[in-house]
């Protein structure tokens, strides 16, 4: 089944599940269930109760956010529009596009953020400041 996405468009994917009463499986493929090639793989673990993490967005990088334990919400601004998204099932995957604005909150205890990233880490991929994001994608969109 392929379930590649449009670019631009956050979206859930809905992961392969193999249920079986020994454990449960699922599996994340680069050419079926990616819309890009996978350069790096990181995890956000043991956050501390009413923390957040990102608040930034990505130059370039597209990302794929798994709740491999526990829930956590993605809340998503394109510039616009807000996006949330409820992650708390071990086989959703969440694309986010580049250029997306980005925040993780309300991670349940024991929660774990699996982020397979399509960049090497590069300090300059980042925006942090949202008026600075905005402005941006304002000119993007008027083609400055
Ligand atoms: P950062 O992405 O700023 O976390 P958040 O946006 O959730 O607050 O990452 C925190 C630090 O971790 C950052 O200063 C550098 C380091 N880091 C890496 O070295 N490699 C990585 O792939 C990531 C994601 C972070």
């Known amino acids: ?3 590649l996405t449009e670019k631009q468009t956050p979206a859930i994917i809905d992961l392969p ?11 994340i493929e680069e050419d079926t269930h990616l819309s890009f ?7 956000i673990y043991d956050v501390p109760g ?6 930034h967005a990505f130059k370039s990088t597209e990302e794929l956010i798994v709740a491999l ?3 956590f919400d993605v809340v998503l601004n394109d510039g616009e529009k807000e996006y949330r998204f409820s992650l708390n099932r071990s086989y959703y995957g969440l694309y986010v596009p580049s250029m997306m604005w980005r925040l993780i909150e309300n ?3 024991n929660s774990l953020a699996l982020v397979i990233a399509s960049t090497d880490y590069s300090i300059n991929e980042y925006i942090r400041d949202f008026n600075e994001f905005c402005r941006i994608k304002k000119n993007e969109k008027v083609g400055i």
């Open 50 to 55: 009413g923390e957040s993490r990102g608040g």
């Open 17 to 27: 599940k193999y249920l079986d009463n020994r454990g449960n499986l699922s599996y």
């Open 1 to 3: 089944m392929i379930m």
């Open 107 to 109: 991670f349940s205890t």
């Open 37 to 43: 090639r996978i350069r790096r793989v990181y995890w």
């Open 69 to 71: 334990s526990g829930s």
